[in-house]
């Protein structure tokens, strides 16, 4: 297939694919923003048990979790114009980006969804009781007891989220959009060098989840500043004393060896 | 002056409190004893409807409230005249031990900045934490958390302080500076309200000692007398169990 391998080719297709990288980055920011909002409006309803909305929730994150993402882009760009047809809105000339950044933002929302509902639900109880007590109002015990310190536990998981979304948006070629991958493709069949192409675009990739990941370690330093390293709670176990009886509690990183924390 | 006119809570069909009526005074300290499951934790959490009652009516001073019909006004209101001490502290973990003591002043009483931090510093040192102001819950003892803890409820200037179970999760050798504490500020004349099973405390400290049992004030009356002549059978065997040392005297 292709031309013999020649390296030079790698480092000459650098700048080429490096000149596309804004687009790459424009899906993954535009996603993550419309991933919070509707992320947000998805884990709200199951957080506060609201009956039907609840249920529609649960619905809408076992579509997102449970179909490839490949499959719901095709979906949204030809279905969706379809049924905005049939009430008389024409998309057929609306960007494919406009589609794209929808699509995994919907999907992104499916996970942030659940990953705000599991830090919401990790903050201790005795945390949100407190603040009532001091008297605060439930939107302020939310805003300024309970949601700091959910995003100090979700910063983790974020962090995965958005590596994923960075890998996933290589998919957005198959639209013909012209991102990353779109090009590698491109350079890669003008030039007939592949490998090379592919080699260049893996390494990109690479360079921008190690930067993404350190900046959201960072990140989850700040917010966790009031967990002290020295605190045993860094160690793998610790004895925590919780009125009469004592409990221990596992720390599980993502790490090798768990201990992380 | 706080009056509770026939509080009742169920969690399910698991009756928890029955009926109960307490009256404290300004400046008074009530100790509240009794087994655990006896309802004295869930009555101390009614009070500033941290727990729901099933019924009754709660008066601070002025204020009074129908528990069972409670607008989200009224509960606001019974809360900012009302604060409590955790028997896990439950200080806000991601806020310094001062930012602990100025939060409710700044949120919800409105205090500029300055004045919050000036007067936090000065309530933080009254406890003993005077060189502690920027250290996190973490990295605090148990007795200085507390203690924290206390100087947050005092920042609020309550009508009552409700102290659930203040030295229960503590270290045996960190209890007593806790209890200096409590003693100090009760001294002040402050109105506190205190679950506790520190009965050396309730002698000394308490102005009235009630006894609960089964979701019901079996007795109450001045310390000397609960302790020393308690009328009902229970009552005895309780204080019996708790302070064996009464029975041997030297």
């Keep these: 297939m292709g031309a013999p391998f020649d390296f030079s080719?790698?480092?000459?297709?650098?700048?080429?694919?490096?000149?596309?990288?804004?687009?790459?980055?424009?899906?993954?920011?535009g996603s993550l923003v419309v991933g919070m909002l509707v992320g947000f409006l998805i884990a709200l309803p199951r957080l506060y048990r609201i009956p039907a909305l609840r249920t529609f929730s649960q619905v809408y994150v076992s579509f997102f979790r449970g179909t490839p993402i490949l499959i719901q882009l095709f979906l949204f760009y030809y279905g969706l114009p379809e049924i905005l047809k049939l009430i008389g809105i024409d998309m057929s000339k609306a960007p494919v980006l406009v589609f794209v950044i929808l699509t995994y933002g919907l999907h992104t929302g499916a996970f942030m969804s659940e990953m705000i509902r599991a830090s919401v639900m990790a903050v201790d109880r005795g945390q949100l009781e407190a603040a009532y007590a001091v008297g605060m109002t439930g939107r302020q015990a939310?805003?300024?007891?309970?949601?700091?310190?959910?995003?100090?536990?979700?910063?983790?998981?974020?962090?995965?989220?958005?590596?994923?979304?960075?890998?996933?948006?290589?998919?957005?070629?198959?639209?013909?959009?012209?991102?990353?991958?779109?090009?590698?493709?491109?350079?890669?069949?003008v030039t007939q060098h592949?490998?090379?192409?592919?080699?260049?675009?893996?390494?990109?990739?690479?360079?921008?989840?190690?930067?993404?990941?350190k900046l959201l370690k960072a990140l989850e330093v700040r917010l966790l500043r009031h967990e002290l390293p020295d605190t045993p709670a860094r160690s793998g176990f610790r004895i925590q004393k919780k009125g009469s009886y004592r409990r221990v509690v596992a720390g599980i990183g993502t790490e090798k060896g768990g201990a992380e924390l | 002056m706080i009056k509770l006119t026939n509080i009742s809570k169920s969690f399910g069909r698991n009756p928890v409190l029955k009926s109960i009526d307490l009256t404290v005074n300004k400046g008074e300290v009530v100790v509240i004893l009794g087994p655990s499951g006896s309802g004295k934790t869930t009555l101390l959490r009614c009070v500033n409807y941290l727990e729901k009652p099933s019924s009754g009516e709660i008066a601070?001073?002025?204020?009074?409230?129908?528990?069972?019909?409670?607008?989200?006004?009224?509960?606001?209101?019974?809360?900012?005249k009302t604060a409590?001490?955790?028997?896990?502290?439950?200080?806000?973990?991601?806020k310094t031990a001062i930012?602990?003591?100025?939060?409710?002043?700044?949120?919800?009483?409105?205090?500029?900045?300055?004045?919050?931090?000036?007067?936090?510093?000065?309530?933080?040192?009254?406890?003993?934490l005077a060189g502690k102001l920027d250290?996190?819950?973490?990295?605090?003892?148990?007795?200085?958390?507390?203690?924290?803890?206390?100087?947050?409820?005092?920042?609020?200037?309550?009508?009552?302080?409700?102290?659930?179970?203040?030295?229960?999760?503590?270290?045996?050798?960190?209890?007593?500076?806790?209890?200096?504490?409590?003693?100090?500020?009760?001294?002040?004349?402050?109105?506190?309200?205190?679950?506790?099973?520190?009965?050396?405390?309730?002698?000394?400290?308490?102005n009235h000692v009630v006894f609960m049992d089964g979701g019901v004030i079996v007795e109450e009356g001045p310390p000397a007398q609960l302790f020393n002549h308690p009328r009902e059978e229970r009552t005895k065997q309780f204080l019996k169990r708790i302070t064996p040392e009464l029975n041997y005297s030297i």
């Design chain 1, 9 to 29: 080719f790698v480092l000459s297709f650098f700048p080429k694919l490096a000149s596309t990288l804004g687009i790459t980055l424009l899906i993954v920011a």
């Design chain 1, 142 to 189: 939310f805003t300024r007891i309970v949601l700091p310190q959910a995003l100090a536990i979700a910063v983790p998981v974020f962090s995965n989220l958005v590596i994923a979304l960075l890998k996933d948006t290589s998919l957005a070629f198959t639209l013909g959009v012209m991102e990353m991958t779109g090009k590698a493709q491109t350079l890669g069949s």
């Design chain 1, 194 to 213: 592949f490998i090379e192409s592919y080699i260049a675009l893996a390494l990109i990739y690479l360079v921008v989840s190690f930067t993404l990941e």
């Design chain 2, 60 to 80: 601070i001073g002025d204020f009074r409230m129908n528990a069972e019909h409670a607008s989200k006004k009224d509960i606001h209101a019974l809360r900012q």
């Design chain 2, 84 to 94: 409590m001490v955790f028997q896990q502290y439950n200080l806000f973990k991601h």
């Design chain 2, 99 to 128: 930012e602990n003591v100025m939060e409710g002043l700044v949120i919800v009483k409105k205090i500029p900045k300055d004045e919050a931090r000036k007067r936090s510093a000065a309530l933080l040192e009254k406890v003993g």
């Design chain 2, 135 to 206: 250290a996190y819950p973490s990295q605090l003892s148990g007795g200085q958390q507390q203690r924290v803890g206390i100087a947050r409820a005092l920042a609020l200037e309550p009508e009552v302080i409700l102290f659930d179970e203040p030295t229960s999760a503590l270290d045996p050798e960190l209890v007593g500076e806790v209890l200096e504490v409590i003693r100090k500020i009760a001294k002040e004349g402050i109105t506190m309200i205190v679950v506790t099973h520190e009965m050396g405390f309730a002698r000394d400290v308490a």
